[in-house]
């Protein structure tokens, strides 16, 4: 009876525990471990991937976090209305469209939860109503904040259906006296029937228009659309592994495929001869070029282009020594691999965020002479099922 009592007590405490973290958690999918032990966590990612990589090598341990909490740098909300016509925001209903009402996050950064709320509160005093997908009235689409871990700079984007925004200069006042650390507000326009969240054209309402992080020594210019690693603490950790396989002495050639802003490229500069690096988006690209100037790095150059046309082109003029590859989630893809293979370099550095499409592209290159010689795992997604994985492979010379 009294163990019976224990159970039941216990079980409520649970359910009294989940309720205090996240009331949203079922309904918004976003993290899918919240409530299992960190140390559990850990765990299970480093045997998940010690599994998959097994025809390969034997990763070293995973490498955690001291404070697993509130480590992502950009928070994203959806805007819409309940049935009294007020304004909700939150994520959507995995799987769906139905918002989730979200006031805070126990992943997100909280000072852009609490702006996110904030801008929710300044609405009906402006009289702007949130977008309605089902009858296309209204305005305020989505909110994007990003917060810089080492700056403290944060930004905020308004994304709205049309680009006007009614009182805008009294908006964004009544915004910056309620958060003075603002820095940066960008109004962008997407009117297209679309899930993506930012549409193409932009405009600052207030700041420089991007913020600036640091990152293993480096500044870096950030863009609304720019690619950065949510987890920057974590990303040390990641690109310390990747530069430490690299081995560089200052005499190699390296590429850097998916550069996005430049991050990895211009952190390796400084152990290189010279940096290549290539990314499809314009605005990266621009960024990149940026903080390779702020950085008064001159031995690193940033192409926009196809990863697979830029290391085919490169592999009929030249070569290189070391190839760093940090895919989408989707992994590199046949015609990548074998541009990467054509390019001959004596070391790739596979960078993935999926464990499962990293051993289909290592299966891939063993057949085309490269070796795994080590691998490491590094948690960047604490309480979700996602891990980053950062492989070296070496070329076998005949």
Known sequence: M???MTKQENRKEGHLQKKLICPSAKKCGGCHWLYKPYSVQLAEKDRWVRELLHPFCTPEPIIGMKDPRHYRNKVHAVFGEDQRHRPISGTYEAGTHRIVPVDSCFLENE???????SIRGLLPSFKIRPYN??????LLRHVLVRTAHATGEIMVVLVLRSPILPSKNNFVKALLKLHPEITTVILNENNR????????KGKVLYGKGYIEDVLCGRTFRISPRSFYQVNPEQT???YGEAIRMAALTGKERVVDAYCGIGT???IAASHAKEVFGVELSAEAVRDARSNAKRNGVSNVRFYQDD???FLETMAQ????DVLFLDPPRKGSGEEVLAAAVRLAPKKIIYISCHPETLAKDLRHLAKSRYRVEKGAVVDMFPYTQHVETVVLMSKIEK
């Open 193 to 200: 029937a679309t899930s993506m969240v930012l549409g193409e």
């Open 236 to 238: 040390e950790k990641l």
């Open 2 to 4: 009294n163990r019976e």
């Open 307 to 309: 990863a697979q046309i």
């Open 317 to 320: 003029q030249e070569k290189a």
């Open 264 to 266: 990895l490229a211009i």
């Open 111 to 117: 000072k852009a939860s609490a702006i996110i709320v």
């Open 133 to 138: 997908e089902d009858t296309g009235y209204g």
